[in-house]
């Protein structure tokens, strides 16, 4: 299993594949207000998203911290890929 980011066509998503499928478990995008960002989860929990973050590095740290991957998987070991994966490759 993989986590990574990867451009989207407004920001980023944050992405866990296992090699058949490809899960989007997070996302950035850029708004006036600075950086839009969301960790997703099953069930309603409005802590997980917020708007006006500063910088793009922040937005990724912000739904990082929720660790959504480990909705899908136990794997404590999985950790984000370091480089941004475009969306065509």
Request: no cysteine; net charge negative; aromatic share 12%.
């Amino acid at each position: 299993m993989r986590v990574y980011w990867q451009t989207a066509k407004q920001g980023l998503r944050l992405v866990l594949a296992d090699g058949e499928r490809e899960e989007r478990i997070g996302g950035v995008r850029e708004s006036k207000q600075g950086f839009d960002a969301f960790a997703i989860t099953f069930g309603y929990d409005p802590d997980r998203a917020r708007r006006g973050i500063a910088s793009l590095d922040e937005a990724k740290g912000f739904v990082e911290s929720f660790r959504p991957w480990e909705l899908f998987t136990r794997d404590q070991e999985l950790s984000v890929e370091p480089h941004v994966k475009p969306l065509d490759g």
